[in-house]
């Protein structure tokens, strides 16, 4: 172990323990909002490794998200009794369904045209969800009850809040590591390489195609895995987190928080949620709290492109 | 065989031609704010994602112009020129230190711009959508519908609007430098033409020709704050289509879209008909990736 | 009729200038001068910088050390379509003719300026079309149907509506046909006989020795050599070592 790996772990211990006794410690709200922090932290984080490794911007990444969610409702509202694994299965599938075809068609364009045509696809998933009321519920979505937390046959115990932000984070760990190991793998490797010169790395012979597809998949099956999360927690299923706004979010919370370094967009994702917050109880709630954030969020592109972390990294090394 | 022919029975041709002039007017509108979509595009690069906020805010400076004075045309100067030079504004202050890094950075600021500016709309004029009444109330038979006047004015008037637009750009001083920066910036620059300033001009023409569209689409179903996305969605669809930074290649790919949603809605819902773009879009993308109405790349 | 020496102000002068593509170090302190209507010829072989000194001057590159004069003032950090304006013309090695605009189109991106009166604007253009009569025969034609050597003219008359005090010309004879060369020829002749200084890059030793008053020499980013153009011949052994193959 080199000494940036030993400070590396060391300071994830002590965010992991912090992370951990925060709900036993934090009022019930701060808890909620401390596990929402986390569960967008994974949505942003997942559309990172397009945006910082790959080097491509989504904009669509509420289609991923709003199918783990709609995936993970279908789940708990036919299969009775609701089952939690069911959930994150069928979530997990509907997420794949959407990232395979929107890998598909996108992966063919570049840069700005792959962003355009990921919004415009998201846009599909919003429709059909908005319209197909009979399955969807339409406009007003889907309402459903939490399933216990189980594992077969050892353990069953009912979701509370404290649970609820464990589960979270445990899952969030686990796919930041997933997801940091992929990037650090030789996989990942090409992805930098197609970030930093793709018609170099498709002459050495990769099939760029291939890479970018499984990439968008991959981002994919983890926005959706945030999509069910973010479903349990709340309960419900709707429409509005399909729509673009959400994807948008996730564009910020990368660009606030630092493209290419995975915890970033988590950091991103809670600096503009606790702003938000700040902002609605110092101006109250009609506040267009979006206006001040906007105009952060574009400072932010042209003064600190890297990101907090980016700059919070640079300023640690000097 | 026999259902063939009880469609083509019971088909609604005058229902058809119907669609087809609405199907021709909402285009007109759309190439309007297409137009200067692509333009911007073609020339720096630019994808503004706020530029259905432009056509959002034209419509609301509409709304309060025409409150103050009654004058519907006052109204579209004003909300022109004021959409211009905000448009101009955004451009000076955060898209021209932009230039010459990653174009993706200037779809993030101009999208971080599309929020600033809905959120203001929303602010400022609440949620409750505007209406304007038409500056041209009169009608005219059109089988068992009584036909609008305006409507037609609307695509007489986006027509016209952009043929000017292209007589400039063909003989106009500042149009052969918006040429020339688009061939080439370098030599552009190297010619003599401020191209720093070709772009903020670029901005604003393109700002306002999406103010214009605002306002004069804003009497057909009201101004509000949330109309700006659903333009500018089909807007990115033609300008795909139309093959990114062609003009002509946008005003076309505008009127087929619309034609083609338009005859979709007689079968279906108008919020169901847009995935009709949807599918045009997937299908060029597929099959002529470099745009629907550009002649092979040789 | 050399600079070098005489008290005459020089027109250009770059100073000890060095210039960087990305991290690749071009240009290592390159100094010359061009006195006001002198004809100067930069030599070297491929890849030695003096595409990049041409662009150094006329802004499309930035120096990362030294300065730029023009007409007694630093311009270095000017953006080039101010230096076009103040009197510097360019002519880059592939031309760069607007493909898609028209010839007088093209001819108009120079001659739109402001305080350029319609008769003026007519005479430069007759006084091109004199010099250059197919550009005439084809006004109406796109830039890009043009033939090569079209195109070489249409880049020098495109040039000269600027009214320049210098034009930097770079190998304007590359892949032209012998008969496209010698016309290429008597318009430097012509230019320098109105007045107008040229700083000329080019790859024919001959031609450049005919038509310069004076003569730099540049290898791996620097000037190594500078005289008169005609205390030198073709087959000097300093040609020979810096130019020959």
Not at chain 2, 117 to 146: C, D, M
Request: glycine share 10%; proline share 4%.
């Amino acid at each position: 172990m080199t000494r940036h790996d030993k400070i590396y772990w060391a300071g994830f211990c002590v965010i992991m323990a912090l992370l951990i006794v925060a709900p036993i410690v934090l009022p019930e709200f701060w808890r909620r909002f401390l596990t929402e922090i986390l569960i967008w932290g994974l949505l942003a984080m997942s559309s990172d490794l397009l945006i910082g490794y790959t080097g491509m911007i989504s904009f669509g990444h509420s289609a991923f998200f709003g199918l783990g969610m709609y995936g993970a409702a279908a789940a708990l509202l036919i299969v009775s009794p609701p089952n939690l694994w069911l959930a994150i299965l069928f979530g997990l599938a509907g997420a794949a369904g959407a990232a395979l075809f929107v890998a598909y068609f996108s992966t063919r364009l570049r840069d700005i045209y792959f962003a355009i045509t990921t919004l415009i696809f998201s846009q599909i998933f919003y429709v059909i969800i908005f319209t197909w009321t009979p399955v969807t519920g339409g406009e007003n979505g889907l309402i459903f009850t939490r399933p216990h937390f189980s594992i077969p046959f050892i353990y069953d115990v009912r979701f509370d809040s404290t649970i609820m932000h464990w589960f979270v984070l445990a899952v969030v760990t686990g796919s930041y590591l997933i997801l940091r190991r992929v990037t650090q793998s030789p996989f990942g490797m090409v992805l930098q390489s197609i970030r930093e010169n793709e018609a170099r790395t498709r002459a050495i012979g990769y099939p760029v195609e291939r890479y970018k597809i499984v990439s968008v998949m991959l981002s994919g099956l983890f926005a959706g895995l945030a999509g069910v999360l973010y479903a349990v927690q709340n309960e419900f299923a709707s429409p509005d987190f399909v729509f673009f706004t959400t994807s948008g979010d996730t564009v910020i919370f990368n660009v606030m928080g630092g493209i290419g370094t995975l915890v970033g967009p988590i950091v991103g994702a809670g600096f503009f949620q606790l702003l938000r917050e700040l902002m609605s109880r110092i101006f109250g709630d009609q506040f267009p709290y979006l206006i001040p954030l906007g105009f952060i969020f574009i400072a932010m592109i042209i003064f600190l492109p890297q990101g907090l972390l980016g700059f919070a990294r640079r300023w640690l090394n000097r | 065989m026999d259902a063939v022919v009880q469609f083509f029975q019971n088909f609604p041709f005058e229902l058809l031609l119907i669609q087809t002039i609405n199907g021709i007017v909402t285009g007109m509108i759309l190439a309007l704010v297409a137009s200067g979509l692509t333009l911007i595009f073609g020339i720096m690069d630019v994808v503004n994602f706020a530029h259905g906020e432009l056509f959002m805010l034209g419509a609301y400076v509409g709304v309060i112009v025409i409150t103050a004075t009654g004058s519907f045309w006052l109204a579209l100067i004003i909300a022109a020129l004021v959409i211009a030079i905000l448009g101009a504004g955004i451009q000076i202050v955060t898209l021209r230190p932009l230039i010459g890094r990653d174009p993706l950075n200037t779809i993030l600021v101009t999208f971080g711009f599309s929020l600033i500016l809905q959120n203001y709309a929303l602010w400022q004029f609440g949620p409750v959508a505007r209406k304007i009444s038409e500056p041209i109330t009169t009608h005219f038979n059109l089988f068992y519908l009584e036909y609008p006047w305006y409507r037609l004015l609307i695509a007489l008037l986006s027509a016209s609007i952009i043929g000017a637009f292209w007589l400039f750009l063909k003989y106009g001083k500042f149009g052969i430098w918006i040429r020339a920066t688009t061939q080439d910036r370098v030599m552009a620059q190297a010619m003599g033409i401020p191209v720093p300033w070709v772009f903020t001009g670029v901005f604003a023409i393109g700002a306002a020709m999406a103010a214009t569209s605002g306002v004069l689409f804003a009497p057909l179903v009201g101004v509000n704050h949330t109309m700006g996305l659903d333009w500018v969605l089909k807007a990115f669809i033609v300008v795909v289509v139309g093959g990114m930074g062609n003009l002509g290649g946008s005003i076309l790919a505008a009127i087929f879209i619309s034609l083609l949603e338009s005859y979709a809605s007689i079968w279906v819902n108008p919020s169901q008909a847009v995935i009709v773009s949807f599918v045009v879009l997937i299908l060029t993308l597929l099959f002529r990736p470099t745009g629907l109405f550009v002649p092979t790349p040789k | 009729m050399s600079a070098a020496g005489t008290s005459v102000e020089p027109l250009v002068r770059v100073e000890d200038v060095h210039t960087y593509y990305g991290k690749s170090h071009i240009l290592h302190g390159v100094t010359l001068e061009v006195a006001p209507g002198e004809v100067v010829g930069l030599l070297g072989r491929n890849g030695v910088g003096k595409s990049t000194t041409l662009k150094t001057v006329m802004g499309l590159v930035q120096p990362s050390k030294g300065q730029v004069q023009f007409d007694g003032k630093v311009i270095t950090g000017l953006p080039s379509h101010k230096l076009a304006r103040l009197g510097i013309g360019y002519v880059p090695e592939d031309r760069r003719i607007f493909r898609l605009l028209t010839v007088m189109e093209n001819l108009r991106t120079g001659l739109d300026r402001r305080g350029v009166t319609e008769e003026k604007k007519q005479a430069l253009l007759d006084k091109v079309f004199a010099f250059f009569p197919v550009l005439a025969e084809r006004r109406n034609q796109a830039g890009g149907t043009l033939s090569g050597g079209e195109q070489q003219m249409l880049a020098i008359a495109r040039a000269m509506m600027l009214e320049p005090k210098i034009i930097l010309l770079d190998e304007p004879t590359e892949g032209l046909m012998p008969r496209m060369v010698s016309q290429i020829r008597q318009i430097v002749e012509v230019l320098h006989r109105e007045g107008v200084a040229i700083l000329l890059v080019e790859q024919n030793v001959p031609l450049t020795l005919e038509s310069s008053q004076r003569i730099y020499i540049m290898e791996k980013g620097c000037v190594r050599h500078t005289c008169a153009a005609s205390d030198i011949s073709v087959n000097d052994p300093v040609i020979k070592q810096y130019l020959g193959v």
